[in-house]
């Protein structure tokens, strides 16, 4: 009986630390320009380690990100966005990636 009492409390908070893992929601102003943009940033980001959930607002620009912080961090998805092709807070859009988006997705000038 003493073993149950001792057991049981451990079994509690073991099994309330799983299911309660810590998320985080982080803000980034992006360079995106319509939706196919949001669909783009939306589906690529939602594979990213540790996203959870994305939504990006047109009218601000600014997407939205659910995230568990055991798995990733702010850092690494503001460039996950940069390698999609989209400028993140102070990071500039990889090249690359920004040069396979269509013209529709690309900023004034740089298209």
């Known amino acids: 009986m003493n073993k149950i009492k001792i057991i049981v409390p451990i079994l509690i908070l073991f099994c309330s630390s799983i299911i309660c893992a810590q998320s985080d929601t982080l803000r980034v102003q992006t360079s995106a320009e319509c ?12 594979f990213e380690k540790g996203v959870k959930s994305v939504n990006l607002n047109l009218d601000t ?11 990733t961090n702010a850092d690494k998805i503001r460039m996950a966005i940069s390698k999609i092709g989209y400028d993140a807070d102070s990071i500039p859009a990889d090249k690359k990636a920004y040069n396979r988006l269509p013209d529709c997705c690309k900023k004034d000038g740089m298209k």
């Open 35 to 46: 939706g196919t943009c949001k669909k783009k940033l939306e589906k690529e980001l939602v």
């Open 61 to 71: 620009k600014v997407v939205t990100v659910v995230y568990a912080e055991e798995k």
